[in-house]
């Protein structure tokens, strides 16, 4: 055997050497399983309104999804980051403009129908508790969550603390009958939490509002003026996550467009109902901090001018002794009483009297 064939045996030798090494290696380490990014709260499979067992990949969970009949699955985000929202809208068929719609926060309540993806938007509201209204007092917490449906999928964007959906989903599961509607049922069952937690932070607002108005109307008035204006921006701020979404609710409501199955209807008429109550609440609310800050501020400046008041007849009985003094300070060879042995006493009584006079005279009309 010659020297290159004893080379060509022995390389084949180290090559088949070290494929048994590399298989040993790699049946000892299996490859890394795919998992669910940091910001996917919970992804699941619905089947005739029920859950299927386990957590999958939204993609594994998708294509199950698709493959079966009258199933769709439910993935819940919070706060996801660019790259993740990218790779959901890769596999769930999202166009570029959804995508970054759902990407940016502070969104306006609204629903939008992107091809066969419709985008409903709703303003969360949380209610911050408080010993005492101050002037950085946080009285309402907001943010957005944005539900996507598609025909197999419901997808939900939460952004901000408020308004966690854990228990919309606990809570829904345990409705099979209606989660068999389908991805809508998902849409109704967020909506119906939002209005709920509408009407809970309006309880909340209510007797904080209650409060003030104590403070206002009472005999020491210790109402702080930017304690009411700081209650009223964060009125206003709830106002404007709630009023705007009747809007939309009726354009879900609308015979003529691509809403709910005819099935939820009536569910969502009673959402409309309950969001109707909330808007009228707040609407309320608001009227009654407009009122208060005026009557603060009519107080304030009757408080002003009684201030004024005191401060001019005080003037006034100061002025009548300056004047007094000052006409006989200037000491003339001929003055009335200047060799009177009781002059100066006299001044002095005159003084007085004047003083007593003009306090009596401003005491029994009020400015002092």
Not at 151 to 177: K, M, N, Q, W, Y
Request: net charge neutral.
């Amino acid at each position: 055997m010659d020297q290159q064939s004893v080379r060509d045996r022995a390389g084949r030798g180290v090559r088949a050497l070290t494929r048994r090494l590399l298989g040993r290696v790699e049946g000892a380490v299996p490859a890394p399983r795919r998992s669910n990014p940091d910001a996917v709260v919970d992804c699941a499979v619905y089947v005739n309104g029920r859950r299927e067992p386990g957590r999958p990949h939204y993609a594994d969970a998708y294509a199950h999804a698709r493959r079966g009949r009258d199933a769709f699955v439910w993935l819940g985000l919070h706060d996801p980051g660019p790259a993740v929202l990218a790779a959901v809208g890769r596999t769930f068929g999202l166009d570029e403009l959804t995508v970054e719609q759902a990407l940016a926060d502070g969104h306006r309540p609204t629903v939008q129908r992107h091809g066969p993806v419709t985008l409903l938007v709703l303003r969360t509201a949380g209610y911050v508790e408080h010993d005492e209204l101050t002037d950085t007092s946080e009285v309402i917490d907001t943010g957005d969550v944005m539900v996507l449906l598609g025909d197999r999928f419901a997808i939900t964007v939460r952004h901000g603390a408020a308004g966690a959906l854990r228990s919309v989903r606990a809570d829904i599961e345990r409705r099979p009958a209606l989660l068999a509607a389908g991805p809508w049922a998902v849409a109704y069952a967020v909506c119906a939490r939002m209005v709920d937690s509408y009407l809970e932070v309006a309880g909340h607002v209510e007797r904080d509002l209650e409060r003030v108005e104590e403070s206002v109307f009472a005999r020491d008035r210790s109402a702080d003026i930017q304690h009411i204006y700081q209650l009223k921006r964060e009125v206003v701020e709830f106002k404007r996550a709630v009023l705007p979404l009747q809007a939309p609710m009726r354009t879900l409501l609308d015979p003529g467009s691509d809403g709910p199955p005819r099935a939820l209807h009536r569910w969502f008429v009673d959402v409309d109902g309950r969001l109707s109550r909330a808007v009228d609440r707040v609407a309320a609310y608001d009227d009654l901090l407009t009122s208060i800050v005026q009557s603060r501020l009519a107080q304030l400046a009757v408080e002003q001018n009684n201030d004024m008041r005191k401060i001019a007849a005080w003037a006034a009985i100061a002025a009548t002794q300056t004047g007094i003094a000052g006409v006989y300070g200037m000491n003339f060879s001929h003055m009335p009483e200047l060799a009177w042995r009781y002059g100066y006493a006299g001044a002095l009584t005159l003084m007085a009297v004047a003083a007593l006079a003009l306090y009596r005279l401003f005491r029994r009309s009020g400015w002092l």
